[in-house]
């Protein structure tokens, strides 16, 4: 529970930063006892039911709100995921295993981060015994970074993690990486400790001077030394509660990040848009020499891909379908939250997109008022249409559309 | 969500929830009537039949029809507060007909008249030529993650098919593709049926990327066999189908400047705006765009085609 210190001479003051706000918000220990039995009040039949819909409705309702503003974000994203496998990943506070849950966790992690941000890359790097590993370089395809991680001698767990020989190894690809792509470290740490080299605060220096930015998962107690580097890099610091908590921690990466107009230079892109191709016969492929008969032929060189999107491998061309573009658009035109219809206004009587029926007014003012503090009803702002809570989450979780919007013409105009 | 996952494996006595889409732009299908003969009336009444068999497959197979008019979607069925079924059809029950199907066919059919019938809203539509398929089609979606919310064990299948005749709306581009890559992530095929007019390329891709089926009709007097054939499978009899050889999907892009086809593009980092020549800013996001970075892919070119040039050096010195 105690927060590391490491080099407490240096930290004097940030020390006591952290313990004015720790006063502010308290311990959980610390906190006031909260009595949660009494949130729940029987309704006129002795039932329970409603008060549980209730608070079902305010989970949902909490996870929803997300920020609409059309902001610039770093759509081509560079990352690089830092997994520590130190001992201390060996540990079973987390189900079945920390080292096991993270690998699992990553698997899934990589497979959405390229659902979601297509066009652009990722590599692994481990670290144990003291130095970094990288597994794989940075790639556009995410079974190349699955596969390494499956392979069991890739994930043998040894000694310290160092975290400034991995942001090292990180940092000197990532240098590269064109300016107009965002950089960013990810970094799923276990132990409590590190052990480097040399000075970290010069490689944190370098990091924030490079416009990286570092998140870190930790999965102990928080890290003085994490803490301060996400801030200075302007990443995400988080610990662990449980099991679901790291994978929402870990998913909020995802997203592309905020970008401010002095961060990244926007840049003319060239792109490829490549043709596939099926032959009759097998012809090797450029990217791993393997015969096949279906591929893409890079729109430059005429070379032939087996996969895209990818960056071609003789003339450096980067390679996209105008699909993959496609689904990075709702990044950048995200939809407006849908607010709350209070009663009095709650004439509609079934949701517009999923048909539901809403409940009723009446209804719910059996006898000794118990109405239900929502009508269950959810706006869009543009097109004045009510839905349900289901559609809500649904819509702006996976959809990207209001349904209403689109199925009506005042919107267009 | 996670119910939502495992729609991917299907078992042989999995219930089927149809969502099906009429493009019901009148416009066009006046002009289908014309030219092929197939009118909206004929090929409703094509339709039903189908609903119907699709319902008689199996006792708990699940329909729902959404109407994508030129100004509107909506849902022909089901709708929550069926007033006609009250005033029209509770005095003529049909013995030999399953009741079932009369219901379904009934909705459809009077929701269809009073769709029709308000066309106060015409005219309000600026581009007449198209209908709302983004629209029904996001509809729809929300009608499934309903249902398979309701659904705990997993055992409703959903699958959409859309009857299409109107041509693309370039205005519904990002938001049919939205809806396109919810239904790959939820692992719902979108099947299309293009009635009349050229191909569609959205819709093509549609069927493309969620593995559905895409069939443009030859012959329009037989509708409904095409649909029995093609579309009333369900997804577990798929598996054990031969579809004649896949066709050419069209993925290539178009430039936002001029819609020119396009192999090499320029693609603004901030909005992916595509473009055929370097601009030095952004009609889509009007950001300041860096033509330096060009001259370095410029660079890249040259370098890419010294290396091809050795490549094709080595690779002719090695042939012949």
């Known amino acids: ?413 | 969500m996670s119910v939502l996952k495992d729609t991917a494996t299907v078992n042989e006595d999995d219930a089927n929830l149809l969502v099906l889409i009429i493009d019901t732009n009148p416009l066009i299908w006046t002009r289908s009537a014309k030219s092929t003969g197939l009118s909206l009336k004929e090929a409703l009444r094509h339709l039903l039949v189908f609903i119907n068999a699709h319902l008689a497959l199996k006792h708990d197979n699940e329909v729902a029809v959404i109407a994508s008019h030129v100004d509107v979607s909506k849902f022909l069925f089901p709708i929550p507060t069926p007033p006609r079924l009250s005033e029209d059809t509770d005095q003529v029950v049909d013995s030999n007909l399953y009741q079932r199907f009369k219901v379904v066919n009934d909705q459809v059919i009077g929701n269809m008249k009073d769709l029709f019938e308000d066309i106060t809203t015409l005219n309000s539509y600026p581009d007449k030529a198209s209908s709302m398929i983004a629209g029904a089609l996001s509809m729809a979606l929300c009608y499934i993650n309903r249902i398979m919310r309701a659904d705990e064990i997993g055992h409703i299948k959903p699958r959409i098919l859309i009857i299409s005749i109107s041509p693309d709306s370039p205005y519904q581009y990002i938001s049919i593709m939205n809806c396109i890559f919810s239904a790959q992530k939820l692992g719902i095929p979108i099947d299309v049926c293009k009635v009349h007019g050229e191909d569609t390329v959205f819709l093509k891709q549609a069927a493309h990327i969620t593995g559905g089926r895409y069939l443009k009709l030859q012959i329009p007097q037989g509708f409904l066999q095409f649909l029995m054939i093609t579309f009333l499978p369900d997804r577990f009899t798929r598996n054990y189908q031969c579809l004649p050889g896949e066709e050419k999907v069209d993925f290539s892009a178009s430039c936002f400047c001029h819609k020119k086809m396009i192999d090499i593009g320029y693609v603004c980092s901030v909005c992916l705006s595509i473009f055929c020549h370097p601009l030095e800013q952004c009609s889509t996001c009007r950001t300041n765009l860096i033509l330096a970075s060009v001259n370095e892919c410029g660079l890249k070119l040259v370098n890419g085609i010294k290396k091809l040039d050795k490549a094709k050096g080595r690779e002719s010195g090695g042939s012949t």
């Open chain 1, 1 to 413: 529970m105690s927060k590391q210190h490491k080099q407490a001479e240096e930290y004097i003051d940030i020390d006591d930063e952290i313990q004015t706000t720790a006063q502010q918000t308290g311990y959980a220990w610390e906190e006031e006892y909260k009595r949660s039995w009494d949130v729940l009040q029987e309704d006129e039949d002795g039932s329970l039911k409603r008060t549980v819909e209730n608070l079902q409705h305010r989970m949902k309702r909490k996870k929803l709100f997300r920020d609409t503003s059309t902001i610039r974000r770093g759509i081509i994203r560079h990352i690089f995921l830092i997994i520590d496998l130190s001992e201390a990943m060996m540990e079973k506070d987390l189900r079945p295993s920390r080292l096991e849950l993270t690998l699992s966790y990553a698997e899934q992690f990589i497979l959405e981060y390229f659902d979601q941000n297509p066009i652009s890359q990722l590599g692994i790097i481990v670290t144990r015994g003291g130095i970094a590993e990288k597994l794989t370089d940075l790639t556009g395809n995410p079974m190349d970074n699955i596969r390494v991680l499956k392979n069991k001698k890739n994930t043998d767990t040894d000694g310290e993690p160092s975290l400034q020989n991995s942001l090292e190894m990180a940092r000197s690809t990532l240098i590269h990486v064109p300016a107009h792509g965002s950089r960013e470290i990810l970094i799923i740490m276990g132990s409590l400790t590190t052990c480097d080299p040399g000075d970290i605060y010069d490689t944190i220096d370098s990091l924030v001077k490079e416009n990286i930015r570092v998140s870190v998962v930790g999965l102990a107690a928080e890290v003085q030394i994490c803490k301060h580097m996400c801030k200075k890099t302007k990443g995400i610091y988080g610990v662990v509660l449980n099991e679901v908590h790291f994978k929402d921690l870990l998913f909020e990466i995802i997203p592309p990040p905020p970008v401010s107009v002095a961060q990244s230079k926007a840049e003319l892109v060239i792109m490829g848009f490549p043709s596939s191709v099926t032959d009759s016969m097998p012809s090797l492929c450029a990217c791993h020499s393997k015969p096949t008969t279906n591929g893409y032929i890079c729109a430059r060189c005429n070379s032939k891909i087996c996969d895209l999107p990818t960056d071609c491998p003789v003339c450096e061309l980067t390679l996209v379908s105008s699909p993959h573009l496609a689904r990075s658009y709702h990044h950048l035109f995200p939809i407006d939250n849908f607010v709350e219809v209070p009663w009095n206004s709650a004439f509609t009587t079934h949701c517009f997109s999923c048909q539901m029926p809403f409940p009723n007014a009446t209804t719910s003012l059996l006898g000794t008022r118990v109405v239900t503090e929502t009508s269950g009803r959810y706006k869009c702002n543009k097109c004045n249409q009510h839905f349900c809570i289901d559609c809500d989450v649904f819509v702006h979780e996976v959809i990207h559309n209001c349904p209403g919007c689109l199925a009506t013409t005042l919107s267009i105009k």
